[in-house]
Structures are given as structure tokens and as C-alpha cells.
């Protein structure tokens, strides 16, 4: 058993914005959860966006283990989570005879849920989402080209900081082709991937220009 969690209903709102809504990716749809260590992790991502929520354990886990909770096991679990959101929560692990079960205990509630019984695609099981987050966090800030980004994905950032809404988000990439990193306090972590725009798109240069009617002496004339 690991635990307290003190806040799960905003754990699951930082990332579940990120899991991928398409159900032909079932190793995406849905918040992945590893214990390892001082930490629980909840991770979700559609590829486009990667979100990372940890909470430290008091009680930590004699081994690691990680679960896949997919997207309509997660409406019960959130649920419960709100109703005893002023009841620290404890989770418990075990493999079952279909697959793994996350337990979640709220004083002397509980709720099963099952996880994900098939194979878990490398992001998970060889843990590539730490290595991709190391490799990027890792990078300089290096911007001296615009980027581009999604105006709708990036509306996800929006629950980064979990309870307290006003923690404000600090925020870097290496390059242009390279993913702006969100980091938001000190338990959260982000990737937003950068878009492609089309050649006739309007450049850093041209953006300038056209709002040439900004220069105070034109206003004064």
C-alpha cells in the first residue's frame, strides 16, 4: 500500500486533458501510473502533448509497480476521488486473474479498478516517457527562430497547477523543431510538440511588418 495522496481528484486533472481520445491507441487512452520510489506518477499523452503529475509517498512502495487506467475505468475512479476528496487516499497494487488491480482506499471505502490487460506499448513498459522528459528538460533554452503551436492544445496547460490555479507556468524549448517544455511548480512536468505551417504561412517578419501602425508617431499623426 503507498500513500497518502492528499489531492487526488487534482492529480487526475492535470493530466487527463493529455490522454489521447483515439481508441484505435488503447496504450493511450488513459492515465498511466507508476510507483516508484519517494513518488507516485500520473502520466497521459496523445502524442502531440505529454503530461507528467507527481505526489510524494509517505508510504512507499516495497517494489515499483505501474498500471494503465483506461479512459472509462477512470470515470468511477474519479468520482470516488471526489467524494472523499477531503480523505487522503491510499492505493494498493496487485495482479488479478484478468489482469492488474488498482485498489483505492478512502478511510474504510474502497474501489477496485481494473487496469490495462494487454501489452503496454514502450512508452510505458521500457519507460521511454522519462527518457524523452530527460532528454528535453535537459536542454538548454535555445530560441532564436518563432515556433508554432496549436492554440487548442495548448488550452490544456490550463489544470497544470492542480488545486492552486495560479501557479504560474515556466516554460523553454531548444529549437524549433524541438518541444516547449511546461513546468508548472514543482511537481509537473510537460512536452507540447511544435507544428508544422505551410510555406504562404506569415513569418516572424511579415507578422512585424503588418502591425507597422503600432509605432506611436503614426498613432500621434
Known sequence: MIGPITDFPYLLSQVSDHMSADRTLPGLNGVYFEACGAYLYAVATDRYTLAVARRRLDKRPSRPWAV????????????????????PLML???????????????????????????????????????????????????LRQEIALNPTLLARWGRSGGADRNT??????????????????TDFLGLHMPVRVSADAPQRA????????LAPALCAA
Open 68 to 87: 494503465l487506467v483506461g479512459e472509462q475505468e477512470l470515470k468511477p475512479l474519479r468520482a470516488f476521488a471526489g467524494f472523499n476528496r477531503h480523505t
Open 168 to 185: 504560474p507556468i515556466t516554460a523553454w524549448t531548444n529549437g524549433p523543431g524541438k518541444p516547449l517544455v511546461i513546468a508548472c511548480g
Open 206 to 213: 511579415d507578422i512585424v511588418a503588418g502591425w507597422g501602425d
Open 92 to 142: 494498493t497494487h496487485r495482479h488479478g486473474d484478468d489482469g492488474p488491480v488498482l485498489t483505492v482506499r478512502a478511510g474504510a471505502q474502497s474501489l477496485e479498478v481494473p487496469g490495462a490487460a494487454f501489452e503496454l506499448p514502450g512508452l510505458w513498459a521500457r519507460g521511454e516517457w522519462r527518457t524523452l522528459l530527460a532528454e528535453h528538460i535537459h536542454n538548454a533554452p535555445d
